[in-house]
């Protein structure tokens, strides 16, 4: 009956930190994986997260299964996370929401209904962009394409030639687009640019299809969400408020990864649409994996709804986010002490977890084979991924296979 079947050739980050893990050298650095780690490399427990499972043990609450869509405070959280307490969108009940498995689930729900209810329509994604975004969507059953974003020459954003190869799409085309602290190369959109390009996507009435798995890591909270609360704000080509989605995770901003913490929210132009959405999401959940679990999601909940945990929440956010910012200055000191004729400027204009280093896979082969220092063979780094103890070695280490 399976004879047929393949081999799976394994996911080339997880195969990657499976090696490193099988690595006898003691200075070996893993900056592969896409987790937060500490100054001490251990991935942190956050204190607000703790005293809020605390409380949600101490309830000794019964576990029946959860509505489909998910818990009722979650996602009233999670709304005002993403749009501000008391957006006009939130008001007038525009917003379909659901608890997902990871913003990964949400993303996958969304490329359901899609391929479902805009038949025809195909998908866009950055190029580069994270490798499972194109998986998903393929996976759906929808043709998916890449559109110009990373430079390497500069290190930063080709917005012309984004906006340019948009302009051409067809309408009804779905936009795949890091809200901020793009992955893999750290490069995001301005604010400027997002006002550019939010009327453009609008005239060619394209589906924009926000991936918020960083929110916190790039400026701040409200800042990282922008781009969401703009689009909320614009008006589509019809007059209409624009519809969009966006898929956000609690993972790396509270430290939550296995308990899979996500939402997938649908904005749409009123709330009848709305509650049509959100009654085929949840078709589309029941079809998958019917509900999702009760215990991470009732810790962001009580993070986010207790104003004492929250204001806890925020500033330690606030310090991993500085402790991102203060390895990426050491790397660029380091790099420009070795080379002083490169310039190494957009390790500090890039932001959020992850760089692009500008190695090529032959150079991260040898930062892996001599140096024990792990990268995806993309050149991507994981910023989050340094320390104190490991940063200037990296630096040196990254300077030798780039001279060589």
Excluded at 327 to 352: C, E, I
Aim: hydrophobic fraction near 45%; include cysteine.
């Amino acid at each position: 009956m399976f004879e047929h079947v393949e081999p799976f050739a394994g996911d080339p980050i997880l195969s990657l930190n499976e090696d490193f893990q099988k690595d006898s050298r003691p200075h070996r650095i893993n900056l592969s994986i896409g987790i937060y780690f500490d100054d001490a490399g251990r991935i942190p427990v956050l204190d607000s997260v703790r005293r809020a499972e605390a409380k949600v043990v101490a309830r000794n609450a019964p576990k029946p299964y959860l509505p489909i869509e998910g818990a009722a405070n979650f996602r009233e959280q999670v709304q005002a996370l993403l749009f501000g307490a008391g957006h006009e969108a939130l008001a007038g009940k525009r917003v379909a929401t659901i608890q997902s498995v990871g913003s990964s689930g949400g993303l996958k729900v969304g490329a359901d209904f899609i391929a479902r209810w805009l038949p025809g329509s195909e998908v866009w994604v950055s190029d580069p962009s994270w490798e499972n975004h194109r998986s998903m969507f393929e996976g759906a059953g929808l043709a998916v394409h890449s559109y110009p974003y990373y430079d390497p020459a500069t290190g930063a954003l080709s917005f012309e030639a984004m906006c340019d190869a948009l302009r051409r799409i067809p309408a009804k085309s779905v936009v795949l687009i890091h809200a901020c602290c793009h992955n893999p190369t750290g490069v995001d959109l301005s604010t400027a640019q997002w006002d550019a390009l939010i009327p453009l996507l609008a005239e060619r009435e394209l589906l924009p299809y926000l991936d918020l798995a960083y929110q916190g890591f790039g400026t701040g909270l409200a800042e990282d969400a922008y781009a969401v609360r703009a689009l909320a704000a614009a008006r589509g080509k019809d007059g209409r408020p624009m519809s969009f989605a966006v898929a956000n995770s609690f993972s790396k901003s509270m430290s939550l990864y296995g308990e899979r913490c996500g939402a997938l929210s649908v904005v749409c132009a009123d709330a009848g649409e709305a509650v049509n959405v959100l009654g085929q999401l949840k078709f589309t959940v029941r079809r998958n994996y019917s509900s999702p679990p009760i215990h991470g999601g009732q810790i962001v909940a009580a993070v986010l709804g207790e104003p004492e945990l929250r204001t806890a929440w925020e500033a330690e956010l606030a310090a991993m986010r500085e402790r991102i910012k203060a390895m990426r200055k050491v790397l660029h000191a380091t790099l420009t002490a070795k080379m002083p004729a490169r310039d190494f400027g957009y390790f500090l204009s890039q932001q959020g977890m992850f760089s692009y280093t500008g190695l090529d896979p032959r150079q991260v082969d040898r930062l892996r084979e001599e140096f024990a220092v792990y990268l995806v063979r993309s050149g991507r780094l994981c910023v989050a991924g340094l320390n104190s103890g490991n940063v200037e070695a990296t630096g040196l280490a990254m300077a030798a296979v780039l001279d060589g």
